[in-house]
Nanobody, 120 residues
Framework: QVQLVESGGGLVQPGGSLRLSCAAS????????MGWYRQAPGKQRELVAS???????SYAAFVKGRFTISRDNANNTVYLQMTSLKPEDTAVYYC??????????????WGQGTQVTVSS
């Protein structure tokens, strides 16, 4: 069984910063891409940022220059450093990872989500 556990969400004022963490545990042979998605009330889930096992990353246009994704392969953890937060960044943020439990097929796993609220 594979689990993704997020942490680091909370309430922050506009212009503030937060750092999200997501740790993968369980039966893991290898982890390929990892990423962060978000879903605001009444909206579809959208990709925020992703990073490959070789640390190649990509960002949604709406977070470029403000968010930074990174990963610690030794600890199966991915991070999202968020700065210059705006009220429109308010959403539940989900961690996502493509994990191969046994070295053959890769499966997509999701975390339970962590709430980020940007408000004064």
């Amino acid at each position: 069984q594979v689990q993704l556990v997020e942490s680091g969400g909370g309430l922050v004022q506009p212009g503030g910063s937060l750092r999200l963490s997501c740790a993968a545990s369980g039966r893991i042979f290898s982890i390929n891409a990892m990423g962060w998605y978000r879903q605001a009330p009444g909206k579809q889930r959208e990709l925020v940022a992703s990073i490959t096992s070789g640390s190649r990353f990509s960002y949604a246009a709406f977070v470029k220059g403000r968010f930074t994704i990174s990963r610690d392969n030794a600890n199966n953890t991915v991070y999202l450093q968020m700065t210059s937060l705006k009220p429109e960044d308010t959403a539940v943020y989900y961690c996502n990872a493509a994990i191969s439990p046994y070295g053959s097929f890769s499966y997509t796993y999701w975390g339970q989500g962590t709430q980020v609220t940007v408000s004064s």
